[in-house]
């Protein structure tokens, strides 16, 4: 009997591993436990890190990417301008790697990556006085927690407490 089940578990682990062997072989990443893809464009390290980190492409479906790409000059309140040349080979790679890490079906509001239910479910515990301080400001400021984010890096041993955080937000946050 216990080999019976044995045999099943092994088919059903194997099985498993063939299927995402196929959901992930189609993006490498750069580092291990990255999120950015091993062939982030130069112009996405450069033009697209001067007010904020490299917003893993994965995080945001292919429609969020278009927009975002076709409104840089009305860009959350600046001005993201970017030459047409670069426009383009920009939105090309963006959209051949949206939604490799959460395949969402649906658009977030404001295209952002913080309004994606995802987020919301991953950051429940974080108290919201905590997103308010000075250190942290807005909750796409993802490096005042992710000490690794610049490099694509979201895993629970890069994770920091933010300069200024209360003792009962710490309490809430590590449960
Ligand atoms: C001139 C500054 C500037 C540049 C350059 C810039 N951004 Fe932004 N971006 C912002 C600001 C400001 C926000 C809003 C941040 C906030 O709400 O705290 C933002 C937000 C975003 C968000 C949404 C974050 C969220 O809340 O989930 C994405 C995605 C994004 N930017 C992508 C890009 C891409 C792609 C480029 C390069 C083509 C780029 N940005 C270049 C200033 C900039
Ligand atoms: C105020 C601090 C804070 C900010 C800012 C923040 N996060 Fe987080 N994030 C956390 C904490 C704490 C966790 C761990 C939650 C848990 O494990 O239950 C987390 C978890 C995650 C996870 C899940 C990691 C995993 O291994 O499951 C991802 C992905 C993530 N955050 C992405 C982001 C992105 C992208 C941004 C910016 C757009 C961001 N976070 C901004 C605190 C923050």
Request: glycine share 6%; net charge positive.
């Amino acid at each position: 009997m216990t080999n019976t089940i044995g045999s099943h578990n092994k088919f059903g682990a194997l099985a498993f591993i063939a299927i995402m062997g196929m959901v992930f072989s189609s993006t490498a990443f750069a580092d291990s436990g990255s999120k950015l893809p091993i062939n982030t464009p130069k112009a996405y390290a450069q033009e697209c890190t001067a007010c904020h980190i490299a917003y893993p492409p994965g995080m945001l479906p292919k429609q969020s990417w278009q927009r975002i790409m076709a409104g840089l000059d009305k860009h959350y309140g600046t001005d993201a301008s970017l030459d047409d040349a670069t426009v383009k080979q920009l939105s090309t790679w963006l959209e051949t790697q949206s939604g490799t890490y959460k395949r969402v079906a649906e658009v977030p509001p404001n295209d952002r990556i913080t309004q994606s239910a995802w987020f919301i479910r991953k950051h429940k515990e974080i108290t919201p006085s905590v997103w308010k301080l000075p250190s942290v400001k807005s909750e796409a400021n993802c490096a005042a927690c992710h000490s690794s984010a610049d490099k694509g890096i979201y895993s629970d041993n890069t994770l920091k407490f933010p300069i200024g955080i209360d003792a009962r937000s710490k309490r809430a946050w590590s449960n």
